[in-house]
C-alpha cells in the first residue's frame, strides 16, 4: 500500500469513528422507542470506501473502525456486535452495488438491514436463544429509515466530491 492510500485509509477509518462516536449523543430513541437503534453515519464511510476505494481497503477500513470503537465505548461484546454487522453489511452492499441494479439509496438500505441482521445473529449466539430475532422485524422497519438517510447522506457527498473536483479513487 503506497502512502497515499494508507493515508487515505487513515482518514477514512478516523472519520468513521469520529462519526460512531458523535451519534451516540443523538437521542434517537425520542423517535424509534428500541434498544441500541442508531443511525448508521459509519456507514457513510464504508459506501465512500466502497464507491471509491478496493472492496479490501474498504474492508480493513471497517475492521479497523470496528476494533477502534470496541476499544473507545464496548469491548468484546460490542466488536462482536459491530464485526458481525459490518462486515455483513459490507459485503451485501458490495454484492448490491456489483449488481449495478440498485442507486447508493438501494445500496445503503440493503447495507442497513444487512447489518441489523448480522447484529441479532451476533446477538441471538452471544445470549445462546434464537429468540433475539423476535426483534428483527422491528429493527427491518428501522433499516429503511436509517438506510435512506445515510444513502441521502452519501449521495450528497458523492455528488459534492464530483462538484469540487476531488479524485478520492484509488
Same mark, same amino acid.
Given at each position: /500500500? ?16 469520529? &462519526?460512531?462516536? /458523535? ?9 424509534? @422507542?428500541? @434498544? ?5 453515519? $459509519? ?8 464507491? =471509491? ?18 476499544? =473507545? ?5 460490542? &466488536?462482536? /456486535? ?7 453489511? =459490507? &459485503?451485501?452492499?458490495?454484492? $448490491? ?24 445473529? $451476533? $446477538? ?43 479524485? =478520492?479513487?484509488?
Amino acid at each position: /500500500m503506497n502512502t497515499t492510500l494508507l493515508a487515505r485509509s487513515a482518514l477514512l477509518t478516523a472519520l468513521a469513528l469520529a &462519526l460512531s462516536y /458523535m451519534e451516540r449523543f443523538i437521542p434517537l430513541d425520542l423517535l424509534v @422507542p428500541l @434498544p441500541g437503534v442508531k443511525l448508521g453515519l $459509519a456507514n457513510i464511510v464504508s459506501m465512500m470506501a466502497l464507491y =471509491f476505494l478496493s472492496f479490501r481497503q474498504g474492508a480493513a477500513i471497517l475492521v479497523a473502525r470496528c476494533i477502534l470503537g470496541s476499544f =473507545f465505548g464496548g469491548g468484546l461484546t460490542s &466488536l462482536a /456486535m459491530s464485526l458481525t454487522g459490518g462486515l455483513l453489511a =459490507f &459485503l451485501v452492499m458490495a454484492a $448490491a452495488k456489483r449488481a449495478g441494479c440498485l442507486s447508493v439509496y438501494g445500496v445503503s438500505v440493503l447495507g442497513a438491514a444487512a447489518h441489523n441482521l448480522g447484529q441479532v445473529a $451476533a $446477538a441471538s449466539v452471544i445470549m445462546g436463544s434464537i429468540y433475539t430475532f423476535c426483534y428483527l422485524p422491528f429493527l427491518l422497519l428501522v433499516a429503511l429509515m436509517t438506510g435512506s438517510l445515510t444513502g441521502m447522506l452519501a449521495s450528497w457527498l458523492f455528488r459534492a466530491l464530483a462538484a469540487s473536483g476531488v479524485d =478520492f479513487g484509488a
